[in-house]
């Protein structure tokens, strides 16, 4: 457990239901379709653009990191209708995105009054980070996301990204 890993989840109903992709994509290729479409999305929840909700998340992250341990967190952003994550996890991916998800899908939808609905969307995305190029690469992917998107000017600029924070909680970084 001790390799970094790349986790990105989104909203329930984020993107068309039924969306396809060519047959000949690797599940690289057909992530990279997905964000995209992520970040371009003009229909689909956006809940995770409520300051409230997208604070919520991010405390969540970091209390994950730091008070229980479950992973060493690199880097991070929360947009509008997906999360992306690099840790290295301490405990099974499964177990450390499940306690996540379930946490800020409960708080989620007491914030928007919506309690017993589907928050997120049940899969998530996670892949192993093979070496150091590849984790330089994903850590400027990630917190250059809202850039890329329009939604910020600068990296740190966005306030629910690594990107913004000076100091994290836990000395992590």
Not at 26 to 53: C, H, K, N, W
Request: hydrophobic letters at 40%; a positive charge; proline letters at 8%.
């Amino acid at each position: 457990m001790d390799q970094p890993v790349f986790l990105t989840w989104r909203l329930a109903d984020s993107l068309p239901a039924n969306r396809p992709f060519p047959s000949a994509i690797t599940s690289g290729q057909a992530f990279v379709a997905m964000d995209r479409l992520l970040d371009q999305a003009r229909t689909g929840p956006v809940y995770l653009r409520r300051p409230e909700i997208a604070k919520l998340l991010v405390d969540v992250i970091h209390y994950q990191a730091c008070s229980l341990g479950h992973y060493e967190l690199h880097s991070y952003v929360v947009m509008p209708n997906h999360v992306h994550l690099l840790v290295t996890p301490r405990v099974p991916v499964s177990r450390l995105t499940h306690s996540l998800k379930r946490f800020t899908a409960k708080e989620g939808n007491r914030i928007l009054g919506l309690t017993g609905k589907p928050f997120w969307q049940d899969e998530s995305y996670d892949r192993l980070v093979r070496n150091d190029e590849e984790f330089q690469r994903i850590a400027r992917y990630i917190e250059w996301n809202p850039v890329k998107s329009g939604l910020a000017v600068a990296p740190e600029e966005f306030p629910w990204s690594s990107a913004h924070m000076r100091a994290w909680p836990c000395g992590a970084g």
